[in-house]
Each structure stands twice: as C-alpha cells, then as structure tokens.
T-cell receptor, first 113, second 116 residues
Framework: SAVISQKPSRDICQRGTSLTIQCQVDSQVTMMFWYRQQPGQSLTLIATANQGSEATYESGFVIDKFPISRPNLTFSTLTVSNMSPEDSSIYLC??????????FGPGTRLLVL | GDSVTQMEGPVTLSEEAFLTINCTYTATGYPSLFWYVQYPGEGLQLLLKATKADDKGSNKGFEATYRKETTSFHLEKGSVQVSDSAVYFCALSGIDGGTSYGKLTFGQGTILTVHP
C-alpha cells in the first residue's frame, strides 16, 4: 500500500490569500487526485492531477481557483487561491494505480477567516 | 453519472450490537466497490473492497458483499466496539475508461457512535 503525506496538516488563513498544499507519495503511482470535504459533508473530487500536463477538473472547479501541479509520479500540489470563508474545508489527496485501491493522505484542515 | 447512496445516519449502537450500513450504487459497467472509514480528526482509511460481483470484502470483523443484482454493497459487523465509532463512506471506482476512469464517487457518509 502507498503511504501518503500532506503538508501542512492544518492552517488558518485570511480571506484573499492563497495556500499551497503538498502531497507526497512514498512510491510511484499512476493516478493522483484531490478531494474536498466540507464540514460535515462527504468527499467531492476537485481534479485529477496529471503528470507533466494540466490537471483535469470536475464540474464546478476551475484552474484559476485551484491550480494543481504534478511534476513527477510521486508529488503534487494544490493551491487554493483568493480564499474566502466558503473554502474552509479538509483537502485530501489520494493516489493509486489503475484498478488498484486509492490511498488517502491525512488531509489538510483549512480555516479561512 | 455514477452515484452512491448510503443509509441515513447517524447510527447509535451499544457495544456488541450487530451493525448494518446500507449502500446502493448506480454505475456504468462493473465498478469496484469500497468502504472507507474516517476516525475523528483523521483522514480516510480503506476498510475493505470488492472488485467483482459476489466478491466479499472483509477486514477487522467487517464484511460487505458485492451484489450486482441489487446494486448493493452493505457493510456488516457482528459485534461492534466503542473503537468502531467513526464515519463510514461507501464508494465506487469507475472503470469505463471515460470520464469516471479511476475516480472515486462517495456516498454521503454514515456516522456511527458505539456506547459502552
């Protein structure tokens, strides 16, 4: 199984600022994803992080708001841009290979004031 | 598109009681099915999975059987413990090679509280 770490584990940010979240996997994986979990809610997929190319975003999520990088097979970043209180959520990355189990990082707990 | 529906929660049980959390799905083809668990303040952990019809996933006393005819993947445990208190998510992974390729679609989650 893959072990996934995320940094930071939590942060408190002011509205209008941006935060970059890092996700590191301990082995090479085909697929990496970013999810958002709003308070008391289920997980919603933000985008698929594609290695060496632009991320694929789900409906309702745009690159200007959530730019994503994936420079290699073990690392990805998600930036939450121009934050508002509505962005307060847990952000989780996951990783796996085709038809294999996806493993999740511990999440980044973001509070926007 | 793909969707997962879980039973309404929260669920409150006494220790050693029997647990069932219902999960049904709608998907194209034959998705893989998963149960994930989220303990308070933590990320998601894989609890069990099944990748084809009639497969039974099991772990830590929990079981779920992939029922294609009823499009269900209900989670069961014969005797719950206080340490099982958590949020349980049913999920499916699309495999049709299209827009659902490899992505997880989650149910709404069920909060389980077990009292001593």
């Amino acid at each position: 199984s893959a072990v996934i770490s995320q940094k930071p584990s939590r942060d408190i940010c002011q509205r209008g600022t941006s935060l970059t979240i890092q996700c590191q996997v301990d082995s090479q994986v085909t697929m990496m994803f970013w999810y958002r979990q709003q308070p008391g809610q289920s997980l919603t997929l933000i985008a698929t992080a594609n290695q060496g190319s632009e991320a694929t975003y789900e409906s309702g999520f745009v690159i200007d708001k959530f730019p994503i990088s994936r420079p290699n097979l073990t690392f990805s970043t998600l930036t939450v841009s121009n934050m508002s209180p509505e962005d307060s959520s847990i952000y989780l990355c996951s990783a796996g290979s085709f038809q294999e189990t996806q493993y999740f990082g511990p999440g980044t707990r973001l509070l926007v004031l | 598109g793909d969707s997962v529906t879980q039973m309404e929660g929260p669920v409150t049980l006494s220790e050693e009681a029997f647990l069932t959390i219902n999960c049904t799905y709608t998907a194209t083809g034959y998705p893989s099915l998963f149960w994930y668990v989220q303990y308070p303040g933590e990320g998601l952990q894989l609890l069990l999975k099944a990748t084809k019809a009639d497969d039974k996933g099991s772990n830590k006393g929990f079981e779920a059987t992939y029922r294609k005819e009823t499009t269900s993947f209900h989670l069961e445990k014969g005797s719950v413990q206080v340490s099982d208190s958590a949020v349980y998510f049913c999920a499916l992974s699309g495999i049709d090679g299209g827009t659902s390729y490899g992505k997880l679609t989650f149910g709404q989650g069920t909060i389980l509280t077990v009292h001593p």
